[in-house]
C-alpha cells in the first residue's frame, strides 16, 4: 500500500501540472493546501480525483479503493481496464441490461477467465458462454480470441486445433494488406503460434493464411497455390538458416533456384528478397509461448 501512496502522489503532482490551466479556482485552492502533504483525492474536484486514479494499473486501483471507494470504483475507470486487455467481448454490447454486472466484477471474470484458457483454453472459453459473457457464434470467440492480449499462442492453436469454424473466422480478421510475404506470416505466427511439426493442423493454417494473403493483396499477382508453396519454402529456410544443427546452410542461389522451380510465378528478385527478409530478420515463426 506504501507504493501506491507514494505513487498516487506522483501521479497527482503531474496531473495538477498538466490541468493547472482548466481546474476550477476552489480545485486549485484545494491542490495548492494539498502540496505539502499526502493528497485526499475525496477533497478534491470528483473529475481530478478520478484521472490520477486512472494512471493507475488494476492491482494499485483494488488496493486504492480500500480509502477512496466511490473514486476507485468508478464504472468508467473500470470499462477503461476492461477495453484495453480484452477488445471485444459479447456482453459489452448489451451490459447496461445485466443485472448486478459492474465493470469492475467483469474485470476480474475475464481476468480469471484467461489466466484459466492459458492453461485450459476450452473450460474458460465454456465458463464464459456460461456466464453469458461471451455468445457461442464462431465470430464472437474468433474476435475474443483476436482482439485479447493476455492469451497465449500456443494455447490459441490448442483451442482453434478442434475449432476449425473459429479458426477460419479469425483469419479472415487478420489485415495483411501491402505486407512482405515473410513478415505478414510472422505476424500471423504470432497470434497463433506454429505446431512443432509439419502435419494436417500446419496445413490447414497455412491454406488459411495464403487465402487471406491473396484477398489482402490482390494487385500482388500470386495464387493462392503459390502462396501456400512459398510459406512452405520460407518455414524451412528459417530452419535451414537458425538451426545450430543445419552446418551446411543453404546459399541465397540455391533457395532462388528452388523456389522459382516450385512456383513459376515467382521471379528470381522476388526469392531473392524473400531469402534475405529471413536471412536478416530470423524465423517466420519463431518459438513464443505468450
Same mark, same amino acid.
Given at each position: +500500500?506504501?507504493?501506491?501512496?507514494?505513487?498516487?502522489? +506522483?501521479?497527482? !503532482?503531474?496531473?495538477?501540472?498538466?490541468?493547472?490551466?482548466?481546474?476550477?479556482? #476552489?480545485?486549485? +485552492?484545494?491542490?495548492?493546501?494539498?502540496?505539502?502533504?499526502?493528497?485526499?483525492?475525496?477533497?478534491?474536484?470528483?473529475?481530478?480525483?478520478?484521472?490520477?486514479?486512472?494512471?493507475?494499473?488494476?492491482?494499485?486501483?483494488?488496493?486504492?479503493?480500500?480509502?477512496?471507494?466511490?473514486?476507485?470504483?468508478?464504472?468508467?475507470?473500470?470499462?477503461?481496464?476492461?477495453?484495453?486487455?480484452?477488445?471485444?467481448?459479447?456482453?459489452?454490447?448489451?451490459?447496461?441490461?445485466?443485472?448486478?454486472?459492474? @465493470?469492475?466484477?467483469? /474485470?476480474?471474470?475475464?481476468?480469471?477467465?484467461?489466466?484459466?484458457?492459458?492453461?485450459?483454453?476450452?473450460?474458460?472459453?465454456?465458463?464464459?458462454?456460461?456466464?453469458?459473457?461471451?455468445? #457461442?457464434?464462431? +465470430?464472437?470467440?474468433?474476435?475474443?480470441?483476436?482482439?485479447?492480449?493476455?492469451?497465449?499462442?500456443?494455447?490459441?492453436?490448442?483451442?482453434?486445433?478442434?475449432?476449425?469454424?473459429?479458426?477460419?473466422?479469425?483469419?479472415?480478421? !487478420?489485415? /495483411? !494488406?501491402?505486407?512482405?510475404?515473410?513478415?505478414?506470416?510472422?505476424? *500471423?505466427?504470432?497470434?497463433?503460434?506454429?505446431?512443432?511439426?509439419?502435419?494436417?493442423?500446419?496445413?490447414?493454417?497455412?491454406?488459411?493464411?495464403?487465402?487471406?494473403?491473396?484477398?489482402?493483396?490482390?494487385?500482388?499477382?500470386?495464387?493462392?497455390?503459390?502462396?501456400?508453396?512459398?510459406?512452405?519454402?520460407?518455414?524451412?529456410?528459417?530452419?535451414?538458416?537458425?538451426?545450430?544443427?543445419?552446418?551446411?546452410?543453404?546459399?541465397?542461389?540455391? *533457395?532462388?533456384?528452388?523456389?522459382?522451380?516450385?512456383?513459376?510465378?515467382?521471379?528470381?528478385? @522476388?526469392?531473392?528478397?524473400?531469402?534475405?527478409?529471413?536471412?536478416?530478420?530470423?524465423?517466420?515463426?519463431?518459438?513464443?509461448?505468450?
Amino acid at each position: +500500500m506504501g507504493q501506491v501512496v507514494q505513487r498516487l502522489c +506522483m501521479i497527482e !503532482q503531474q496531473v495538477r501540472q498538466q490541468q493547472h490551466g482548466r481546474v476550477c479556482s #476552489q480545485g486549485r +485552492m484545494a491542490c495548492e493546501h494539498l502540496a505539502t502533504r499526502f493528497p485526499d483525492l475525496s477533497e478534491l474536484p470528483p473529475e481530478l480525483g478520478v484521472t490520477v486514479l486512472s494512471y493507475l494499473n488494476p492491482t494499485d486501483l483494488c488496493l486504492a479503493a480500500c480509502v477512496w471507494e466511490h473514486l476507485a470504483n468508478n464504472e468508467l475507470l473500470w470499462q477503461s481496464l476492461c477495453r484495453s486487455s480484452w477488445g471485444s467481448v459479447s456482453i459489452y454490447s448489451h451490459m447496461n441490461s445485466v443485472q448486478d454486472m459492474t @465493470y469492475k466484477k467483469l /474485470f476480474l471474470l475475464l481476468d480469471e477467465a484467461s489466466l484459466t484458457f492459458n492453461s485450459d483454453p476450452f473450460m474458460a472459453v465454456n465458463t464464459l458462454i456460461e456466464k453469458h459473457i461471451l455468445d #457461442q457464434d464462431p +465470430m464472437e470467440i474468433a474476435q475474443f480470441l483476436h482482439t485479447t492480449k493476455r492469451l497465449w499462442p500456443c494455447k490459441k492453436r490448442e483451442f482453434l486445433e478442434r475449432r476449425q469454424d473459429v479458426f477460419q473466422r479469425l483469419v479472415h480478421l !487478420q489485415n /495483411f !494488406q501491402n505486407q512482405f510475404l515473410p513478415n505478414a506470416l510472422r505476424q *500471423f505466427f504470432r497470434e497463433i503460434s506454429a505446431p512443432k511439426s509439419r502435419g494436417q493442423h500446419l496445413s490447414n493454417m497455412i491454406d488459411g493464411f495464403s487465402e487471406r494473403f491473396c484477398s489482402c493483396n490482390p494487385k500482388l499477382g500470386l495464387s493462392k497455390d503459390t502462396v501456400f508453396v512459398l510459406c512452405y519454402s520460407l518455414i524451412m529456410l528459417s530452419v535451414d538458416l537458425t538451426s545450430p544443427h543445419v552446418k551446411n546452410k543453404m546459399s541465397k542461389r540455391e *533457395f532462388i533456384k528452388n523456389t522459382c522451380r516450385a512456383a513459376q510465378e515467382v521471379d528470381d528478385d @522476388y526469392a531473392g528478397h524473400l531469402y534475405d527478409n529471413i536471412y536478416l530478420i530470423g524465423h517466420v515463426a519463431a518459438d513464443s509461448r505468450s
